[in-house]
């Protein structure tokens, strides 16, 4: 994970190299693991691709590096959670 653009953007490159540039919401720990929540800045806010991206912070050979969340069932908990937060904040 390469921090280009300052602590709000960050540029991933996913399996095939393809690059991305996503904007960094939110960061939260559950049970142990930290998860972050982005949303993509490459893409128009009516494209159906567009929402939260939700990512894994995982140790790969000594390096934290952002990963996809495989268990959909703790994607949606994630997700909800943040949703949450997102929420609370815009209210105050």
Same mark, same amino acid.
Do not use: C, Q, W
């Given at each position: 994970m390469s921090n280009e653009f300052g602590s709000d953007f960050v540029t991933i490159s996913d399996a095939e190299g393809n690059e991305f540039v996503l904007e960094h919401l939110d960061s939260i720990e559950v049970d142990g693991k930290f998860y972050m929540a982005f949303l993509p800045t490459?893409?128009?806010?009516e494209d159906d691709d567009y929402g #939260?991206?939700?990512?894994m912070v995982v140790e790969e050979d000594g390096e934290e590096v952002l990963a996809s969340i495989d268990d959909e069932e703790i994607l949606e908990n994630i997700y909800s959670r943040f949703l949450e937060? #997102? #929420?609370d904040e815009e209210e105050e």
């Amino acid at each position: 994970m390469s921090n280009e653009f300052g602590s709000d953007f960050v540029t991933i490159s996913d399996a095939e190299g393809n690059e991305f540039v996503l904007e960094h919401l939110d960061s939260i720990e559950v049970d142990g693991k930290f998860y972050m929540a982005f949303l993509p800045t490459d893409i128009d806010e009516e494209d159906d691709d567009y929402g #939260l991206i939700i990512l894994m912070v995982v140790e790969e050979d000594g390096e934290e590096v952002l990963a996809s969340i495989d268990d959909e069932e703790i994607l949606e908990n994630i997700y909800s959670r943040f949703l949450e937060r #997102l #929420l609370d904040e815009e209210e105050e």
